[in-house]
Every structure is written in structure tokens, then in C-alpha cells.
């Protein structure tokens, strides 16, 4: 976010006051807004929120515990057989997890076997760079009083686009 500052200076003679040199110049800023007021918020809790099985959260909390600073998670066919074996079920069934993830916005997917934790639920790290990679993944939550709720999420590049994203939504 860029704001500017307009600073004045005045030259006055002070035996005439006269007004000799008035000068405005204008600075620009750049600032991070502060860190928005946040709760814990668990995993059991947000499968909950997300609608996820019970064996579903279970992966979700073993493949979070293997991300890195930047919420980047590698997860070739070894790690996915010991996630599996972790939680005691069968590596394709890590791999549907991993895809409801990503329908529901928990992850997205960055390549073949690298995936990244949505940085509006996992963050790690200071709030500029947090802040940064929440820029690239849009997640729009509504929970409604009959309970239901609609997700939307999108891979954006820069906020500009946020107006344009295409309406991916699903509803629960």
C-alpha cells in the first residue's frame, strides 16, 4: 500500500514577513498495515469449517506439520506412502485428500507433488511476507445462518485483479 506525505516549508523574513521560499514536496510511503487480530484456530476445527472426514483432517495435520516457512509442502510418492502409513491408510487415499484440499481451498497445487497451505488459514513468519503471499490466493468464505456456506477461492497475481476473478464456487 503506497500513501504520500506532503511536507511545507516556509522561508519568511522576519524583519518584513515577507514570504521568500514556499515549497511543497510530496513523499511517497510504503507500509505494511499492521497484523489483523487473529485466534488459534485448529485443525480439527477448520476440517470442521471445510467439511472434512475425519481421516481427511488426520492428513491434513501430518502433511502441515511438513511445510516450510513459506507454507510450500513437498510431497513426492515416499512421503505420501509414510503420511499414509502415519495415519494408517493407503497412499491413494492421501492423494484424495489431497485433491478435496484443493477443492476446498485448504491447498493449492504449485506442481507435481509441491503444494502450498493457503496462507489465509496457515501462516508462518513475518506479517509482510505473509501478507505478500495472501496477494497470489484469494479465499472468500460465507457462512450462512442456515449453515451452509460458499467458498470461492482463485490464484490471483496482483490485488488489481481481484474485481475479474472468474466465479469459482462451490457450495455445501
Same mark, same amino acid.
Given at each position: 500500500?503506497?500513501? /504520500? ?27 505494511? +498495515? ?23 483432517? @488426520?492428513?491434513? $495435520? ?13 510431497? +513426492? ?14 497412499? +491413494? ?27 489465509? /488459514? ?26 451452509? @456456506? ?14 475479474? $476473478? +472468474? ?6
Amino acid at each position: 500500500m503506497s500513501d /504520500y506525505i506532503e511536507t511545507r516549508q516556509q522561508l519568511v523574513d522576519t524583519l518584513t514577513g515577507e514570504l521568500l521560499r514556499d515549497e511543497t514536496t510530496y513523499s511517497q510511503t510504503n507500509f505494511v +498495515p499492521n497484523e489483523p487480530a487473529y485466534i488459534k484456530l485448529y485443525i480439527e476445527d477448520l476440517g470442521n469449517l471445510c467439511r472434512l472426514t475425519a481421516g481427511e483432517t @488426520k492428513i491434513l $495435520l501430518q502433511i502441515a506439520a511438513l511445510a516450510n516457512y513459506s507454507g510450500i509442502i513437498a510431497l +513426492p510418492a515416499g512421503i505420501k506412502a509414510d503420511v499414509a502409513a502415519i495415519v494408517g491408510c493407503k497412499p +491413494p487415499v492421501v492423494n484424495n485428500a489431497l485433491t478435496s484440499f484443493c477443492n476446498h481451498g485448504v491447498l493449492r497445487r504449485n506442481g507435481v507433488g509441491v503444494y502450498e497451505l493457503n496462507p489465509d /488459514y496457515f501462516a508462518r513468519g513475518k506479517w509482510r511476507e505473509i501478507r505478500e503471499r495472501r496477494k497470489e490466493f484469494y479465499t472468500k468464505t460465507i457462512y450462512r445462518r442456515d449453515g451452509t @456456506k460458499e467458498v470461492e477461492t482463485s490464484i490471483i497475481e496482483t490485488l488489481a485483479e481481484i474485481e475479474n $476473478l +472468474p466465479n469459482v464456487s462451490s457450495q455445501s
